[in-house]
């Protein structure tokens, strides 16, 4: 009956993308998560054991189903998705890829799983390098979007054969659900019980958009780990980007998004190089991810950036000067594709004293500061955000003590990453006047 389901809903299809080319509504992205390298290079957190799910990292999905789990930050009655194979090196295959609301665990609300089409065709192959757009999903249960504000979309999707090295978000802190290898096909199904395993990273998808009111708009929060938000709640949505949201819909509803383009030990002047063969737990750098993970999305009338602590750290070794030139560089890259941007900085928290070893160095805390400074006076945002003031301790120059504990695992915490405490403090310092709706910036009617 299931398939029966989704498979009904493909003769919707022309209906769908007539719909969602209408005059009163436009795409808008509700949910990304950037993709950084190929798995397992990445800076997981409380990530399961997973030898189960995938035996062999080089030989990555074998004939089997995932059921990602994400939470769209804006809701619309079509949905668009992007899957990726940025960083493969072999051509994936996607078929039997369905769409529909967790109803809790790997399970779905009865009824509301909806097949996905690309070019109205039931199977796309990705070549490596490469991402693709879905055809418009209508969403049968989001007839009054507003009711769907914190639910959970379940996208399910099947590797046929071997995918290769799987090109993956490593920091999801979402619990999704994976089959047995060689367990074939099982997305249409709307139970639990074809996904024994779990994970706390996403896989091959990377965005979703929704058809949305011509008033709706999206705001990129773009940086590293403390947007991605390392030591926040598993599975509660509380990292900066999450709280800015909950602030913004008291007062503008289902017409904005908030969406995270950070990634977990990301740097704005390095790496040099990035690639496939010669991947960085960081992902590549923020200019060489900023045309897939920022302009080619739709909608966005704002990014907050919030990154350099990596550049500065061990594993960075960069100087400031280097870093603003590359921060420089990204702002006027924004600015010349989409003029009507609002490019907001943020100050970057402090590390010192961290446990971390990259991290807690006086020299990186000097580099940090002139960093700082130069968000802070140099006149390059149209807005500043200052998370190091609503972060520090004067006393100790670190993180406020309540900040520091763990609220990802417990623990003591690594006084480099705030923790939920913290991140609520990020969020409630933001002010909202920085982001009065303005025009957004739309993508072209068809992605294909």
């Known amino acids: 009956m299931q398939s029966l389901t989704c498979l009904v809903a493909a003769s919707l299809l022309v209906a769908s993308l007539q719909g969602a080319s209408a005059k009163d509504e436009n795409w808008v992205v509700s949910w990304t998560g950037s993709v950084q390298g190929p798995y397992p290079v990445g800076n997981p957190s ?3 054991d997973q030898k189960f799910a995938f035996p062999d990292p080089a030989a990555g999905a074998r004939d089997q189903t995932f059921r990602l789990i994400v939470r769209p930050d804006l809701w619309g009655r079509q949905a668009r998705l992007r899957f990726s194979n940025a960083f493969g090196t072999k051509p994936v295959t996607f078929d039997g890829v369905c769409a529909g609301l967790q109803l809790g665990s790997a399970a779905l609300l009865r009824g509301s799983n909806r097949l996905v089409t690309f070019g109205g065709k039931m199977s796309i192959t990705v070549p490596p390098g490469t991402s693709v757009w879905s055809d418009a999903v209508t969403l049968p249960f989001a007839g009054q979007p507003d009711n769907l504000a914190g639910r959970k979309l379940a996208v399910s999707f099947h590797i046929a054969g071997e995918s290769g090295p799987m090109t993956w978000h490593a920091k999801a802190l979402t619990t999704s659900y994976v089959t047995a290898p060689g367990a074939g096909s099982k997305g249409t199904l709307e139970d639990e019980a074809a996904f024994p395993y779990t994970t706390a990273s996403w896989f091959f998808l990377d965005a979703i958009e929704m058809t949305a009111p011509t008033d709706a708009f999206a705001i990129m929060a773009f940086g590293d ?12 949505d509380d990292r900066w980007p999450n709280v800015l949201s909950r602030r913004l819909k008291a007062i503008h509803g289902n017409k904005v998004a908030v969406v995270n383009g950070g990634i977990g030990g990301n740097q704005i002047a390095g790496p040099a190089e990035y ?13 060489q991810r900023l045309d897939r993970d920022v302009l080619t999305l739709s909608g966005i009338s704002s990014l907050i950036w919030l990154e350099g602590i990596n550049d500065f750290g061990k594993n960075g070794n960069a100087e ?28 970057v928290t402090t590390a010192l004293g961290s446990s971390s070893a990259a991290h807690g160095f006086a020299e990186q805390d000097t580099k940090r500061k ?3 400074d130069f968000i802070r006076t140099s ?3 149209d807005g500043v955000i200052d998370f190091d003031k609503a972060t520090l301790d004067p006393q100790s120059g670190g993180l406020k003590p309540e900040f520091v504990p763990d609220s990802t695992t417990g623990g003591a915490g690594d006084k480099l990453h705030p923790n939920r405490t913290g991140y609520l403090a990020m969020g409630q310092a933001i002010d909202l006047d920085l982001f009065k709706p303005v025009r957004a910036n739309r993508s072209a009617k068809s992605k294909q």
Request: glycine residues 14%.
């Open 320 to 347: 400031s000067d280097k870093v603003i030139a590359a921060m420089k560089e990204g702002v006027a890259r924004l600015r010349a594709k989409w003029p009507n941007v609002r490019v907001i900085g943020a100050t």
């Open 46 to 48: 409380a990530q399961p």
């Open 379 to 381: 006149g390059t945002f």
């Open 225 to 236: 780990s403390i947007t991605d938000g390392t030591a926040s709640t598993m599975n509660g």
């Open 275 to 287: 690639g496939a063969s010669k991947p960085f737990a960081g992902g590549p750098a923020s200019g």
């Open 370 to 372: 002139a960093l700082n």
